[in-house]
């Protein structure tokens, strides 16, 4: 499986972002896609994640509300729409994919089998 993430940019802050992760290889409607982001020197934040059939989704307290996570199938690619976009959301996000199906370790960077490059989220105050 390959991942290429994409759409990151420059956002003011209470602006809105979207990102998608594209899928290519063999994929699974069990999979489960997650998103991840990280700045430089800190560990890597687990942020939302949902399976290919849309059936599970989860996300974490500080993005409730104002990200949401959606499946095009036909296009093999997930998105994480990103509104009220604050100063601490800026990050490298990465998208993530794993066989392994939830909730176990959901947001557990180890536990997931196949990642994309980086996006680049940068938000001006």
């Known amino acids: 499986v390959q991942l290429q993430a994409s759409g990151g940019g420059l956002v003011q802050a209470g602006g809105s972002l979207r990102l998608s992760c594209r899928a290519s290889g063999y994929t699974s409607s069990s999979y489960t896609i997650g998103w991840f982001r990280q700045v430089s020197g800190k560990e890597r934040e687990f942020v939302a994640a949902t399976t290919w059939d849309g059936g599970y989704t989860y996300s974490v307290d500080s993005v409730k509300g104002r990200f949401t996570m959606s499946r095009d199938n036909a296009r093999n690619t997930v998105y994480l729409q990103m509104n009220s976009v604050k100063p601490e959301d800026m990050a490298v996000y990465h998208c993530?994919?794993?066989?392994?199906?939830?909730?176990?370790?959901?947001?557990?960077?180890?536990?997931?089998?196949?990642w994309g490059q980086g996006t680049l989220v940068t938000v001006s105050s």
């Open positions: 993530a994919a794993r066989r392994r199906p939830p909730p176990y370790q959901i947001d557990v960077p180890a536990a997931y089998d196949y």
